[in-house]
């Protein structure tokens, strides 16, 4: 089992920043890629970012140039950084981890870039 619990959410003017946490516990030995999702209200979760256990990242390419994932491996840790907020980003972003078993996720945090 692998438990990930997000942080960092908020509310912030369009153009502003903000970061996100994702500390991961449990089975983290068997975690091969963590990412970040996002569901917007009436819409489909989709993919935000992710990264690989080797530092292979990928990204949506609403938010590239934007925002950047990275993973700090001794605190078990996922971020994503995001600069340059806009309205369209304002969803519940969750935390993805991905093992060879199952996808694991966080009960998310809301983001949310005011106009």
């Known amino acids: 089992q692998v438990q990930l619990v997000e942080s960092g959410g908020g509310l912030v003017q369009a153009g502003g920043s903000l970061r996100l946490s994702c500390a991961a516990s449990?089975?983290?030995?068997?975690?091969?890629?963590m990412g970040w999702y996002r569901q917007a209200p009436g819409k489909q979760r989709e993919l935000v970012a992710t990264?690989?256990?080797?530092?292979?990242?990928n990204y949506a390419d609403s938010v590239k140039g934007r925002f950047t994932i990275s993973r700090d491996n001794a605190k078990n840790t996922v971020y994503l950084q995001m600069n340059s907020l806009r309205p369209e980003d304002t969803a519940v972003y969750y935390c993805?981890?991905?093992?060879?078993?199952?996808?694991?996720w966080g009960r998310g945090t809301q983001v949310t870039a005011s106009s």
């Open positions: 449990g089975s983290i030995f068997s975690i091969n890629v």
């Open positions: 990264i690989t256990n080797g530092g292979s990242t």
């Open positions: 993805m981890a991905d093992t060879v078993l199952r996808h694991y």
